[in-house]
């Protein structure tokens, strides 16, 4: 056996948001490379012990039927729910394994496609669904929903995944009373906007400025400002400015701060809150960002220097913010005094960062985990020690917030 479960498997990610547009579960997919080898109840340790009450609930994708069936039979951890293909609840074995399961506290959620829901299958345990949409289900339900007609297969209480549409998006969380959506149409959310660039968060702004109010620490301040990558960059674009008179290159957040000083940050925080927008749709694609740079960071080894991680996760942030600002991306960081390491991250796909960019843009997409375990045998990475850092990243994925979101309950 190894000494790790962490060596066996490959965790990747995908946010699931509430109908707030908030953070309220992360869809974590355990891929086993060594199922013969995996310990149940190690790993259930690892993801349950000591899990922080704000952070987000973990529901749990273990494709090794073997392992889930091992944590099914253990102690559930408090912040775990457990995703079931929709077959075990046919099968008279498997339905009385995890109706024990639901007897000993674990929650269930059924893995199911629209198709089995549109033939009028009913789940015999009564669980929360997780409904996976595909192209052409979307395109018939998009279709029917321009024609006025009642979704009823879009049942209340259900999650969704799979939905690329803006429009559908909305109506699952808005009308249909879906119980959130795992994953968002973050392109078609921004092809909606046309060329319109973003501006700053207006919800991130007023979080900033109240905590200026409060006397909080600089390093909180500094969380709170890294939510939103249009306001990192318009922040890191003013002390570098001729307006702004500073006779040296600013290159971090924690460095703009101190030289901006908290009356000057809040007279401008003011500014750009009068062309702010607050478009809850917009959150899930900002804030995804944020996750994929913290990430990064945290691939960093333990006890890196400060400034270095900042650079890390700068680069990270940056990396598509021609999406947000419709610009090219080279004209956008050449507006600022980022270090060659940086420019050659974003820019260039390259140098000492891009492994870290690499590493957490494959964990955060579910069609390129798999790679996992080649891509940390490139850059010279343990497979436990990504597994690691992802689930660091996600215990704390809200300490920096001021504020806790809604958790599934």
Not at 29 to 34: E, T
Not at 122 to 143: E, F, K, M, T, Y
Not at 326 to 333: A, G
Not at 377 to 384: Q, R, T
């Amino acid at each position: 056996m190894s000494r790790s479960v962490l060596d066996s498997i490959a965790l990747g990610y995908q946010p699931f948001w509430n109908p707030g547009r908030q953070l309220a579960a992360v869809h974590l997919r355990v891929l086993s490379l060594q199922p013969e080898g995996l310990d149940a109840q190690h790993l259930m340790q690892l993801l349950g012990q000591d899990w922080p009450a704000a952070a987000p609930t973990l529901l749990l994708s273990i494709e090794s039927a073997g392992l889930r069936h091992q944590v099914l039979e253990d102690e559930p951890a408090h912040n775990t729910w457990l995703v079931c293909p929709a077959a075990e609840f046919d099968q008279a074995e498997t339905r009385t394994r995890l109706a024990a399961a639901l007897q000993r506290g674990h929650r269930l959620l059924r893995e199911v496609e629209l198709e089995r829901l549109q033939a009028g299958w009913i789940n015999p345990l009564d669980c929360r669904s997780l409904v996976h949409l595909d192209a052409p289900g979307s395109l018939a339900l998009l279709q029917d929903l321009h024609r006025g007609r009642f979704l009823p297969v879009l049942m209340p209480g259900q999650a969704y995944a799979g939905v690329a549409n803006h429009q559908l998006a909305v109506h699952c969380l808005d009308t249909a009373g879906a119980w959130g959506l795992l994953g968002w149409p973050e392109e078609d959310v921004l092809k909606a906007r046309g060329t319109r660039p973003l501006a700053c968060d207006i919800g991130v702004i007023d979080q900033i400025v109240q905590a200026v109010q409060e006397e909080t620490s600089l390093e909180h301040l500094e969380r709170l400002v890294r939510q939103d990558p249009v306001l990192v960059y318009r922040l890191l674009l003013l002390v570098n400015s001729a307006a702004f008179n500073s006779r040296r290159e600013i290159g971090s957040i924690r460095h703009a701060l101190m030289m901006l000083g908290f009356t000057a940050l809040t007279d401008w925080l003011a500014e750009q809150r009068r062309s702010g927008e607050r478009e809850a749709d917009l959150h899930p694609v900002r804030y995804a960002m944020v996750m994929r740079s913290r990430l990064a960071q945290h691939l960093l080894a333990s006890g890196s220097d400060d400034d270095l991680r900042a650079e890390v996760y700068l680069s990270a942030l940056f990396v598509q913010l021609d999406r947000l600002l419709h610009r090219p991306l080279p004209e956008l960081l050449g507006r600022l005094p980022l270090s060659g390491r940086v420019l050659d991250a974003a820019l260039r796909h390259a140098g000492p960062y891009h492994p870290l960019l690499d590493l957490a843009q494959a964990q955060g997409d579910p069609d390129r985990l798999a790679e996992l375990p080649r891509l940390c045998e490139e850059h010279g990475f343990a497979l436990e020690d990504a597994n690691r850092a992802l689930i660091r990243m996600l215990a704390t994925s809200r300490d920096h917030t001021g504020k806790r979101s809604q958790r599934l309950l």
